[in-house]
């Protein structure tokens, strides 16, 4: 328990360190399908569907696949760092998503099948990635993409994303991942298309939630 409790501390810090200085319009795609313990994520590589479209709106497009908790650890400083370089942020995860009422994991590609309480030692902390997003308040857009296949969980868990203390200024959609990565391709880079409209006219299956506001959108055209 002690060392599920340093892992998770130490992960917490590795993406929650001081703030860097930059300029740069940054897709961050991060993509868990092949798992060992559980049925495959087979839709998680759906994410990477947009990236001609990011790129053609200038954005860089950086995507890591199948994290383990060794890779995740090994990756953390870096994911931190890309965020808080650049000054508007898209953040696209996939894969098998889990939740307690108040946190949600992407789960690394080794993950168990664990209770609750120790879930953190085989996950990617969504509620710390939007706290990172924070600091790009009106600038950034999560989207959390979740296979269709249910698993069977430890106690006190649930699959799929729990939209709880989402930060101010951090708009989030989560729904399944191909229509997530078509929202992202024909919506909301969409020249002129505001993130309010996104939301209000999202396709069944795709929540919003989160900072939704009617005339700000990622690429410009609003008059």
Not at 75 to 95: M, T
Not at 116 to 129: D, E, K, R
Request: proline share 4%; hydrophobic share 50%; glycine share 12%.
């Amino acid at each position: 328990m002690a060392a599920i409790r340093m892992f998770t501390v130490c992960l917490a810090l590795a993406l929650a360190g001081a703030p860097a200085q930059g300029a740069e319009s940054l897709a961050l795609i991060i993509a868990n399908q092949s798992y060992k313990d559980f049925g495959d994520a087979r839709d998680a590589f759906d994410a990477t569907l947009a990236n001609d479209a990011l790129r053609a709106a200038g954005y860089q497009v950086k995507t890591i696949r199948n994290l383990s908790r060794k890779g995740l650890a090994k990756a953390a400083p870096g994911i931190r760092a890309d965020i808080e370089d650049a000054d508007q942020v898209i953040l696209f995860i996939s894969g098998h998503i889990v939740s307690t009422a108040r946190e949600s994991w992407l789960l690394t590609t080794d993950a168990k099948r664990q209770d609750g309480l120790v879930a953190g030692a085989y996950g990617l902390p969504i509620h710390v990635l939007a706290d990172l997003l924070a600091d790009k308040a009106g600038a950034a857009v999560l989207l959390v993409g979740q296979s269709g296949s249910v698993q069977r969980l430890g106690k006190g868990l649930t699959y799929g994303f729990a939209a709880a203390a989402i930060p101010q200024g951090v708009t989030v959609f989560a729904g399944r991942t191909g229509d997530l990565a078509d929202l992202l391709r024909d919506a909301l880079l969409s020249p002129g298309t505001s993130i309010g409209e996104v939301a209000q006219n999202a396709p069944a299956g795709v929540t919003a939630y989160g900072f939704l506001p009617s005339r700000l959108g990622l690429v410009p055209g609003l008059s």
